[in-house]
């Protein structure tokens, strides 16, 4: 989920392919970043991705804009002045202080039709970069998972379900606003209790046996011989040494990623593309199970963040329980 992004505000016409879509980047446009068999790209995921070979990327694992609006310029400023705006301050727990919560329930009907215009461009340019059996991992929200489910499908990419990160977050479980005391056994949404990581495959080339022979794709690696990939990963919420190192507001933890990562790459063999590279996180997992992994990031703070953090995170000791 990154963005300056207002920046990615797509034209009917340019989802269409009646023209090239423009996406403007910073005139300081940052040098590749190169972690062991991870490489950064500072660039537009769009522009980047209509330069790649077909058929050259095996597995892709993104945490993207689902929500575009919270990451343009006015509101990171609000963000980072602890305004709010479009994004929920959570209340301190323990001493504890909660991390900024993006609220999808203020975008408009038009901002919903943008987030699907955007996602459907953002799959076409995808699809034929991709092995056939490719795995696309998404991590999105209850409230906006259909649009951006039904734009990649639309785009040409098979839905094969959903992965749940099965956490405790702070979305939901508030009272009625300015009226706790009178509706004090009221929640207006359930608290969320886990998170939708979407599921895509490119169609196969054959079966999945030739698929996996010629492309090395097509289904998810095993953790052991005696379990298979399992479609619920328990997860704590990113610890606070993490996020001291990549202070990104939507930081996933490298336990819960890493889990995510080795499993998509059925042989172990691949290139895994994080396209909304944020912090780093993808690449970092990758890096630390050993796959080669590429990431693309158009923000220049969150590609400097991520070129610092990539190697702490890599090599951080965790477990499945962290």
Known sequence: MRES?????????HVLGLQPPLFPMED????????????????????????????????VVTDPPYGLHEYTPEQQEKLRNGKGGVWRIPPSFDGNKRSPLPRFTTLTPEQLRELKRFFYAWGRALLPKLTPGANVVVAANPLVSHIVSGALVEAGLERRGELVRLTMTMRGGDRPKAAHQEFSDVSVMPRSMWEPWLLYRKPLDGRVQDNLRRWHTGGFRRPSDDRPFG???KSSPTRKGERALAPHPSLKPQAFMRQLVRGVLPLGKGIVLDPFAG???????????GYASVGVEMDARYFDMACRAIPKLAAMTVTSHD
Not at 31 to 52: K, T
Not at 279 to 289: F, I, K, M, W, Y
Request: proline share 4%; charged share 25%; net charge negative.
């Open 5 to 13: 992004r207002g920046v990615y505000r797509l034209r009917m016409s």
């Open 28 to 59: 300081d446009r940052r040098e590749p970043f190169a972690c062991g068999q991870a490489v950064l790209h500072h660039a537009n995921c769009l522009e980047w991705l209509r330069e790649q070979p077909d058929h050259s990327i095996h597995a």
């Open 231 to 233: 479609d619920v990963i």
């Open 279 to 289: 912090a780093g996180s993808t690449l970092a997992a990758a890096e630390a199970v």
